[in-house]
């Protein structure tokens, strides 16, 4: 029984088979590697943007017992705080215990959702700056989804530089279209307001397909082309924040490189110049 389905007669016999189920409202297929879904939101759940919460399905049942079990995975929720509804980007790994099944979900069906936000990439969790910097791969997008949906996100920095590598220019898409919208959207513009969604640079890199702009950010952080293309200056750790998403080793190499512009890592206990969280992966 979810907290927003009143019980009546007719609820009460259609209890839902999942603990802590949430309705899909919508599921949106980028790529046959990526999708995105949006599910009913508890009415107690209160979170801040750029946590992630547990979602999952019921396993398969136990082949001696016929017990199943919740199969459970760490997801950023995409969505602002503010949002109705919650918002998640995935991956489709075809031999993963969870998505290979999360990928056929429909509108309509239920997920299990542990209301029990937590996370570093929060605004909590960094000292104050000037320039704001998302650094994600691949899915790590999400959480920076959430944020750039986030009216603090602009009001505690002057500059957001969003950067997002993926493989071809396909997995872009997600990233790309929420940026474009943001900047149409008449609610997001009334929102967030002009002047500050003006903030955004988007910085997207394709390292496996031609695009305009080709290469890890890593190595475009190292040569510098980054600050270039961008025209902004090389990292200070008097001025600069960052964010990072993406794989493990992804995150190794950017933790590197942000230590060795003197940016510390912080975290909700003690904020620092950067915080760093590992995507979904698997
Ligand atoms: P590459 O194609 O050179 O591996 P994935 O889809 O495997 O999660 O990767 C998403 C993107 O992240 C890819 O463009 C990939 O580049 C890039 N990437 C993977 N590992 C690293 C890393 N250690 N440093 C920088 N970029 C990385």
Request: aromatic residues 8%; hydrophobic residues 35%.
């Amino acid at each position: 029984m979810t907290e927003q389905t009143p019980v009546t007669e007719t609820t009460a016999k259609a209890v839902p088979a999942l603990p802590d189920a949430q309705t899909v409202t919508s599921v949106k297929h980028y790529t046959d590697r990526l999708f995105a879904f949006r599910v009913t939101r508890p009415a107690s759940l209160r979170f801040r943007s750029g946590e992630f919460v547990m979602i999952g399905l019921m396993g398969d049942p136990d082949p001696k017992t016929g017990k199943q079990r919740p199969l459970l995975r760490a997801y950023s929720i995409a969505s602002p705080s503010w949002d109705e509804e919650l918002e998640f980007y995935s991956i489709k790994v075809p031999e993963g215990p969870l998505t290979s099944k999360l990928q056929h979900i429909k509108v309509g069906d239920q997920i299990i959702l542990k209301p029990k936000p937590v996370g570093t990439l929060v605004h909590d969790a960094l000292l104050p700056g000037k320039r704001l910097y998302f650094f994600a791969t691949g899915t790590g997008f999400a959480p920076f989804a959430s944020l750039l949906r986030e009216p603090e996100t602009y009001e505690n920095y002057d500059e957001i530089i969003m950067t997002h590598t993926c493989r071809d220019v396909e997995e872009l898409t997600y990233g790309r279209e929420l940026i474009e919208n943001l900047k149409q959207d008449e609610m997001m513009i009334e929102l967030l307001g002009e002047k500050n969604l003006a903030k955004i640079k988007y910085y997207p890199t394709t390292t496996r397909e031609e695009s305009p702009k080709m290469g890890r950010i890593t190595t475009l952080i190292e040569n510098g082309e980054l600050f270039t293309d961008l025209g902004i200056p090389p990292l200070d750790p008097a001025v600069d924040r960052a964010m990072v998403c993406g794989s493990l080793a992804f995150n190794l190499d950017i933790k590197a490189l942000m230590e060795k512009a003197g940016l510390n890592e912080g975290a909700n206990s003690e904020p620092g110049e950067f915080v760093i969280e590992k995507a979904f992966v698997g």
